[in-house]
């Protein structure tokens, strides 16, 4: 099966500073990839998703980038805030098996 | 997602117990997951279910049950087989069967031992 592997565990960065997480994948039939924030206690939440037919999307502050030769994905986020602290996953998902495969998470913490 | 309720959002199990968990979902989604998240950890799939009557097992399902007689309900049930039950269990779905959305999630369930 789908084997994703995300760094680092945790990550600090002082306000205003970009942060970056990267995530791999071990399936080259995965062809979409979701990334969500889970902030103490919730749900985890979409913040950004991309498909194999695109290499980079942003949204904002937020933007991921995509490299199916090298099989991994990574979140951008830039001008960090303090409310961005949270737990981040990725995933990737199969189709023919709708199953989704998370990472570990990356504990982000933006120092003020 | 408001469309997707959990309960309850605390659960106590006594030993040689079976509790369940309720998943309830408004969104018409056709997919349905359930998760377990134990502290500092990812999430790992116990059963998803495609399709009403229909469901398969994840990566953990020993010690877990779950019935799709509706398409907005995918219960699950945690049995007195599974010893350490603890953790955080996380119910989503998703609008196709073919793992081209992204999943929706409910607030979740804390499940402890008493």
């Known amino acids: 099966g789908e084997n994703v592997e995300q760094h680092p565990s945790t990550l600090s960065v002082q306000e205003g500073d970009s942060a970056v997480i990267k995530c791999t994948y071990s399936?080259?039939?995965?062809?979409?990839f979701p990334w969500y924030k889970q902030e103490l206690g919730k749900r985890p939440q979409l913040i950004i998703d991309?498909?194999?037919?695109?290499g980079e999307k942003k949204d904002q502050r937020i933007a991921v980038t995509l490299n199916k030769t090298a099989k991994h994905f990574s979140l951008h986020i830039t001008e960090t805030q303090p409310e961005d602290s949270a737990v981040y996953f990725c995933?990737?998902?199969?189709?023919?098996?709708?199953?989704?495969?998370f990472g570990s998470g990356t504990k982000l913490n933006v120092k003020p | 997602d408001g469309g997707i309720t959990q309960s309850p959002k605390y659960l106590f199990r006594k030993e040689g117990q079976n509790v369940t968990l309720s998943c309830e979902q408004n969104?018409?989604?056709?997919?349905m997951y359930w998760y377990r998240q134990d502290p500092g950890q990812g999430l790992r799939l116990i059963y998803y279910?495609?399709?009403?009557?229909?469901?398969q097992k994840g990566d953990i399902a020993e010690g877990y049950s779950v019935s799709r007689e509706k398409k907005e309900s995918f219960p699950l049930t945690v049995t007195s087989a599974q010893k350490n039950p603890t953790a955080f269990y996380l119910c989503?779905?998703?609008?196709?069967?073919?793992?081209?959305?992204?999943?929706?999630f409910g607030d979740g369930t804390r499940l402890s031992i008493l």
């Open positions: 989503a779905s998703s609008q196709d069967r073919v793992g081209n959305q992204p999943q929706h």
């Open positions: 399936d080259s039939a995965s062809n979409y």
């Open positions: 991309i498909r194999s037919n695109v």
């Open positions: 995933a990737a998902s199969i189709p023919i098996f709708n199953k989704f495969y």
């Open positions: 969104l018409n989604h056709d997919a």
């Open positions: 279910s495609q399709i009403v009557n229909d469901f």
